[in-house]
């Protein structure tokens, strides 16, 4: 056999090793949820289940107790949709906007300035809980879903510009200075010209932030209450819900149902996201 057959197998060896690693778990998971309550004491985590039963799923879905309310995850589920949506959009336009500035209409300070930002990009969350909590109670916006909105658009408005910043620095800067001298402005070069070249960045930043957010528990614990809890936040009550049967299947499907949104972006938007990370690689 050849050394480059021979390297080849090795190779995909190594690689087949650790898809295999970093899917045991969610094959549990998924198998798990797929047996009733017999299966799951009676086998083996990876004992494939008798049949497809979806009661588990069910229950996690509309009928599972998260403290005194059994409810399931559905509300927890369509308030993180409601805090997701407009967080990654908001936070999405004002990156664009702040990384266009910085990379190509600078001004004395820019580079401080977008310094200065940057240690929101590296910050411990901690360190803005107690700050943002006093914000959030001075404007009547704590324990609301647009309080958890307004918190997550700053918190990644630091990530985003710099996405936007890094990607725009690599465009020519002949494309903003010959529409500056065909009179265009300073919004008309952005939406004419830069944006409809950002879909690569665009696409990082929304798959980025919507993960970022979705998946946040820190924020959602500290900043929610009643009726606006995220699905994070429901799924670690439910977890930790007493009951006198603990039913590992219903928790695995409630797992996998919270987890089923940031998957099914990965799938499908997965390689769009390394090429757009690639894209902006070459200058910075």
């Not at 480059?4 to 899917?23: K, M, Q």
């Not at 809890?229 to 429901?234: A, D, L, N, R």
Request: aromatic share 14%.
């Amino acid at each position: 056999m050849k050394p480059a057959t021979l390297h080849r197998i090795a190779i995909w060896s190594v690689l087949l090793l650790f898809a295999a690693f970093f899917l045991v778990p969610l094959y549990v998971m998924v198998a798990t949820s797929l047996k009733d309550m017999a299966q799951v004491r009676g086998g083996s985590l990876l004992d494939l289940p008798n049949g497809l039963d979806f009661s588990a799923w069910r229950k996690a879905w509309s009928e599972a107790c998260t403290g005194t309310d059994c409810g399931g995850l559905k509300p927890f589920f369509f308030n993180s949709i409601l805090m997701v949506v407009p967080a990654v959009l908001i936070s999405t336009a004002l990156g664009a906007v702040n990384g266009y500035v910085f990379a190509k209409w600078r001004f004395k300070g820019s580079e401080l300035m977008f310094g200065l930002m940057l240690f929101g990009a590296f910050m411990p969350l901690q360190v803005v809980l107690l700050p943002m909590s006093q914000v959030l109670g001075w404007f009547n916006l704590a324990d609301s879903i647009w309080g958890l909105v307004i918190v997550h658009v700053l918190v990644g408005l630091a990530t985003t510009t710099l996405f936007f910043r890094n990607y725009y620095v690599a465009l020519p800067d002949e494309l903003i200075r010959a529409a500056m001298l065909d009179g265009a402005g300073f919004w008309r070069i952005f939406w004419r010209i830069v944006l409809p070249l950002s879909t690569p960045i665009l696409v990082v930043t929304l798959i980025w932030q919507f993960t970022a957010i979705w998946n946040d528990f820190l924020f959602g614990v500290v900043f929610s209450a009643g009726d606006a809890k995220p699905v994070t936040v429901g799924l670690n009550n439910m977890a930790n819900t007493s009951s006198s049967v603990k039913e590992y299947n219903v928790d695995m499907a409630a797992a996998m149902i919270a987890a089923l949104p940031t998957l099914a972006i990965y799938v499908l938007a997965g390689k769009y996201f390394v090429r757009g990370l690639t894209a902006g690689a070459v200058k910075g």
